[in-house]
């Protein structure tokens, strides 16, 4: 299972654009990148998913350059209770079973 | 009620004491984890079911921990003479595509 790195914790005022960088040197050639986020007390909630160049949804922007060895989270327009910890998984998508290896994350705190 | 629901959601035991958790995942989903996550930390892979069968166990799960999912439906993790070392939140997990947690157990062993 590919190992990421990202930082351990990020600050942003509200109303900025946070990204958040995640590097996986080791990714294989199967393997989606995927974020989540966990807020206290909670499980885990998936954000976004990709395997190359640049996937949007309503939450989020996912940017992943050619050779896919890092990925960087966008958050736009962060708000106070975007204030929560970001995972950086990778892996196979759906149809492998794939049991996924969390990090630490990154402890975003979204200042007002 | 769509997602992953656990029960309880906290749970405080003695030392020495068993405790058994619930998971009841999407209805659709045939393939259903356990994670352990402790303070500060990632969560912690323990164990995976496809449909009623147990197809990995870490190495994190020891003796004292039993996983079940009789009939592909629920799962139960069990720990038995529970230690302080034990105190996490147990985390279940069901998936078609992505991972859909539930809210966790929260286990404190005193």
């Known amino acids: 299972l590919a190992k990421t790195t990202q930082p351990i914790s990020m600050d942003s005022y509200e109303g900025q654009e946070v990204n958040i960088t995640c590097s996986h040197n080791n990714i294989a050639t199967n393997d989606y990148i995927t974020w989540y986020q966990q807020f206290p007390s909670q499980g885990p909630r998936f954000i976004i998913q990709g395997y190359k160049t640049k996937v949007t949804n309503e939450v989020a922007s996912l940017f992943i350059p050619a050779d896919r060895k890092s990925s960087t989270l966008s958050l736009p327009r962060v708000s106070l209770s975007d204030t929560a910890v970001y995972y950086c998984?990778?892996?196979?998508?759906?149809?492998?079973?794939?049991?996924?290896?969390f990090g630490t994350g990154t402890k975003l705190q979204v200042i007002p | 009620d769509t997602g992953v629901s656990q029960d309880p959601r906290h749970k405080i035991t003695k030392r020495g004491q068993n405790v058994t958790f619930r998971c009841d995942p999407i209805s659709e989903h045939n393939r259903l984890y356990w994670y352990r996550q402790t303070l500060g930390q990632g969560p912690e892979f323990l164990t995976y079911?496809?449909?009623?069968?147990?197809?990995?166990k870490s190495r994190l799960l020891s003796d004292r921990f039993s996983a079940e999912r009789p009939k592909g439906s629920f799962s139960t993790l069990e720990i038995q003479r529970t230690e302080q070392g034990d105190s996490a939140m147990y985390l279940c997990?069901?998936?078609?595509?992505?991972?859909?947690f539930g809210s966790g157990t929260r286990l404190t062993v005193v």
């Open positions: 079911f496809q449909n009623e069968a147990q197809l990995e």
């Open positions: 998984l990778v892996g196979e998508s759906s149809g492998g079973y794939q049991k996924v290896t």
């Open positions: 997990a069901s998936r078609m595509d992505g991972y859909t």
